[in-house]
């Protein structure tokens, strides 16, 4: 193999020394399942972000550049995983509120609240009305994803 350094070479290889690198190109991989694609897009994106750090020029390039930044999927995982535990902190108030909201009306009606009825959650359910505000704002949400 020649040490002498080819311009006009297009095909090479790369040898990737950030594991952390490393792993975001395999996920990228992964998902386009092509390597060679995620390659070239990542090349494409910081190849003109490099030479303008280095030589204070900015280039201009035939094409839409492309912005993009590695963090940006650490972070939506991140925000993913926080709206999962905000869903499961609502769920668990709406059960207690509700039970406490049942309790409440049994003893208005005139009737006994027995602690065991608290405890296996038979009137932690939603009121009727509720329930069905509950749907409708279900529904409306679907339907304005689609």
């Known amino acids: 193999m020649s040490n002498k350094f080819n311009k006009k070479a297009t095909r090479f290889s790369v040898i990737v020394h950030n594991d ?53 999927g650490r972070e939506l995982k991140e925000v993913r995983r926080v709206i999962d535990d905000l869903f499961i902190e609502m769920n668990v108030l709406e059960t207690m509120l509700a039970g406490l909201f049942n309790a409440q009306i049994t003893q208005a009606d005139g009737n006994a609240v027995n602690a065991e009825s608290l405890r296996d959650g038979s009137l932690c359910d939603l009121p009727e009305l509720v329930a069905k505000i509950k749907e409708d704002l279900i529904e409306t949400r679907k339907r304005s994803d689609e």
Request: net charge negative.
């Open 20 to 72: 952390d690198t490393l792993q975001l190109l395999n996920e990228l991989a992964e998902k386009f399942q092509n390597r060679n694609l995620v390659l070239n897009d990542a090349l494409n994106i910081g190849v003109t972000i490099l030479y303008a750090r280095i030589f204070n020029k900015d280039v201009q390039q035939s094409h839409e550049q492309k912005s993009h930044s590695p963090s940006v």
